[in-house]
């Protein structure tokens, strides 16, 4: 390599290739000089990153439960777990959405302050009072960067009173919270996903089913499906290349097993398409027999993991592969007979595996 050729190299050339490395490569170079350390604030490096597509690569992500503001990232193309600490923020959180390379955050105790910020510049803010002051059952984000702004939308609540009916939007627009369309009355499962313009949410109970918000014309309505697949009490709502999916309990051949399902929005109805081996379920569930599941969908990949579990398995759709997620060696305990933390309820609200876009580009503060 000439060096001389490269010292000659004009900045904003040098700022292009930065602003396409890996997000780990990135960061290591940021101490070869100040500029590069100081380079994330540059305004013309940022508008650089927002040109380029998932440069960054791509993580699921895992909560630590044993630690204080911190989640745990894994890259499928590194094949490597990362260490995301969100001790920027001035209390105990949990997630709630992300989006766009922002992650929505929920306090864990009264008034429930929500938080949005990108965990890898660390620039955070704190979202206005809501109008409702109980912790929403639902948080659901999405992004505009056409527009540069972001809504986050809160439903439901865990109180048996009016406010559990209430749906609040936050529009980065004006930089505050107006009271939308009213919830169906029906208990919801606390998963939402963000498919086409719309936000679809499972319902609790026998007669359990799919529901949709409008984002447009700030509206719900059940969906009109055939029979629900898998166990009411194991389904998880996913979203994974523009569709719809389910991940749930189901027997076969009196065998019990975990399925994925994807809506045929022609026929209505629920479509099987792959079926998790025996020998990882067994595994999966063994030292935990509730029926907790999370996963998340990116790409033609979908991700798993359990409630308080280390484990972790990946299913690619286009390969119809199913494979184990290397151990997380910055767990500080790896056993699943963990003791229960002293807040669990507080746990219980939390979202877990969930994907996440690390963008240098994104900010809490657009239009600000």
């Known amino acids: 390599m000439d060096e001389r050729l490269w010292g000659d190299l004009r900045e904003e050339l040098i700022d292009r290739v930065l602003a396409r490395l890996p997000i780990d490569s990135f960061f290591r170079l940021r101490a070869v000089c100040k500029r590069w350390n100081a380079i994330i604030y540059s305004h013309s490096f940022i508008s650089d990153c927002s040109q380029v597509t998932s440069s960054l690569g791509h993580y699921f992500i895992k909560a630590d439960r044993r630690a204080d503001r911190v989640l745990l990232g894994y890259s499928r193309a590194l094949s490597k777990w990362h260490r995301i600490a969100f001790d920027f923020l001035p209390m105990q959180i949990q997630p709630a959405a992300s989006a766009g390379g922002l992650v929505c955050l929920v306090a864990d105790y009264r008034p429930f302050a929500l938080f949005v910020c990108n965990p ?18 639902i948080v659901c984000m999405v992004v505009d960067r056409l527009a540069q702004g972001y809504k986050i939308i809160a439903a439901g609540g865990y109180r048996t009173d009016d406010d559990r009916w209430t749906t609040e939007v936050f529009d980065s627009m004006t930089s505050s919270w107006r ?8 208990e919801l ?15 609790c109970g026998p007669n359990s089913g799919l529901l949709e918000y409008n984002i447009q014309h700030e509206v719900w309505s059940r969906v009109k499906t055939q029979r629900m697949p898998g166990n009411v009490k194991s389904r998880q709502l996913f979203e994974c290349k523009g569709m719809i999916g389910i991940v749930g309990k189901a027997s076969r051949n009196q065998t019990l097993g975990l399925c994925i399902w994807f809506l045929d929005l022609k026929t209505m109805k629920w479509v099987e398409y792959g079926r998790m081996p025996p020998d990882m379920f067994d595994r999966l569930y063994k030292k935990w027999p509730c029926d907790s599941m999370y996963c998340a969908g990116y790409d033609d990949v979908i991700f798993f993991t359990r409630f308080y579990s280390p484990l972790g398995l990946i299913f690619s759709l286009s390969k119809g592969q199913w494979e184990w997620v290397p151990p997380c060696p910055l767990l500080r305990d790896g056993a699943l007979n963990v003791p229960r933390p002293r807040n669990w309820s507080v746990f219980q609200h939390e979202l877990d595996g969930f994907s996440f876009e690390p963008r240098l580009d994104a900010t809490p503060f657009y239009n600000n």
Do not use: F, N
Not at 179 to 186: A, D, T
Not at 189 to 203: F, H, N, P, V
């Open 120 to 137: 890898i510049t660390k620039v955070a803010r704190q979202l206005p009072p809501r109008i409702c002051k109980r912790r929403p059952r």
């Open 179 to 186: 009271v939308s369309g009213s919830l169906l009355q029906e």
């Open 189 to 203: 499962t606390k998963r939402a996903i963000s498919c086409r313009g719309s936000l679809y949410c499972l319902t």
